[in-house]
């Protein structure tokens, strides 16, 4: 059932199906995006003032260091290229 779920996901996404992966949440995706970049000291993270905790947690912990935050006020909780260039 897993595999064809996988396997219409990379038909509709145009990409392979070993490049589809299924999580339990959005708080596991955003975990895992976070251990797998390699900021640098200097390096800026944009986040939105609506971020679930979960979602800004990771960074510091993955490497303190590298992790200087910008804070994006939204507003209505919606960003657009406006909010975030402002």
Request: glycine share 10%; net charge negative.
């Amino acid at each position: 059932m897993v595999e064809l779920a996988r396997g219409k996901c990379a038909r509709l996404f145009s990409v392979n199906p070993e490049e589809i992966i299924f999580l339990s949440n959005a708080s596991e995706g955003i975990n895992n995006l976070a251990y797998g970049l390699d900021l640098q000291p200097g390096d800026n993270v944009v986040i939105a003032d609506v971020e679930f905790p979960s979602g800004i947690l990771p960074g510091p912990a993955s490497n303190p260091s590298a992790w200087k935050f910008a804070w994006c006020a939204t507003g209505t909780g919606l960003s657009t290229s406006k909010t975030l260039l402002h």
